[in-house]
């Protein structure tokens, strides 16, 4: 059985090499941060000294301080997790809703494809920011909730990908013998339709996880994800806001962690693409 070919947006486009390396030395330290924080800080990330307010970069503080005195350094090292794990969560959600819904408009017969089509077509019509802050909007904050609402936000233009590619998979000559071999329904649906419907969308998982986190930190910003003291991206952001005219750091760490994660994540994603699609075509 070969893999369906699938063109991805930009798939022509070469990553060099020097950006893979790049990306994975600069993806490297906030991966360690997120697994085991106390690796590169053993200060506490909520520990507050008024004394130390808004020191900065420099000296006993390399990012220098916030405005309550907390190390900022390790504030951006704790919030490495609670960051990535809010794209995450919501990618891994997203990618599954999607992979049924599509399959199921896919193979469902004609009526259930009209039924989801005429679903992701409104959902798709909605900004996806929108889409997560009307979710938020119902269900309330938290980091459940905004894990959900970003997850919904996504999960259509994942179904509409794999509906497509299931029905390209279904119409296949490899598919319509194993039916003619009488297999059941649900062992073709496994062993033949999903692998190569849902391929395609695991690589595109990788860049869309990317957009997961900017969206995640942008509902933290708001208040509706991680709340303080806890550390979070976003959250940070938000919290020093006000204090951006005599503290410039309070915005530049935490966003170029965000910008930095984002970047090295879709680069690798590109560079996954590629690969796919050479070893597809």
């Known amino acids: 059985m070969s893999a369906i ?11 060099p090499r020097w950006a893979t390396v790049f990306a994975w030395l600069a993806l490297l330290p906030i991966l360690v941060a997120a697994v085991a924080p106390e690796l590169l800080t053993s200060a506490s990330p909520i520990l507050i000294n008024p004394l130390h307010a808004l020191l900065p970069p420099g000296g006993d503080h390399w990012f220098g301080t916030d405005q309550l005195g907390r190390d900022l350094f390790t504030r951006v090292v704790h919030g490495a997790r609670p960051s990535l794990l809010l794209g ?15 399959v199921l408009a ?10 989801v089509g005429r679903a992701l077509d409104v ?26 609402a970003i997850a919904l936000a996504f999960t259509p233009g994942y ?10 998979v279904r119409r296949s000559g490899y598919v319509e013998a194993a039916r003619g071999l009488g297999l059941p329904p649900t062992v073709l649906v496994a062993r033949h339709v999903l692998p190569n419907a849902v391929g395609p969308l695991l ?79």
Do not use: C, K
């Open 5 to 15: 070919p699938i063109s991805f947006p930009g798939a022509g486009l070469r990553t």
């Open 123 to 148: 959902l798709l019509s909605l900004p996806q920011l929108l889409l997560a802050l009307l979710v938020i909007t119902v269900l309330g904050g938290g980091v459940a909730n905004v894990v959900i």
């Open 203 to 281: 690589v595109l998982a990788t860049v869309g996880f990317g957009t997961a986190l900017i969206a995640g930190s942008g509902l933290s910003f708001l208040g509706f994800g991680v709340q303080p003291p806890a550390p979070e991206w976003g959250a940070m952001l938000s919290e020093g806001r006000d204090f951006l005219g005599d503290a410039w750091w309070l915005g530049l760490f935490p966003g170029a962690a965000i910008t930095i994660t984002v970047v090295a994540v879709n680069v690798l994603g590109r560079a996954a693409q590629r690969r796919y699609t050479r070893r597809t075509v």
């Open 88 to 102: 995450l969560g919501a990618t891994v959600l997203a990618v599954v809703a999607g992979s049924l819904l599509g």
């Open 159 to 168: 179904a509409r990908m794999v509906r497509t590619e299931a029905m390209v």
């Open 106 to 115: 896919a193979l469902g017969g004609r009526v259930t494809d009209q039924v």
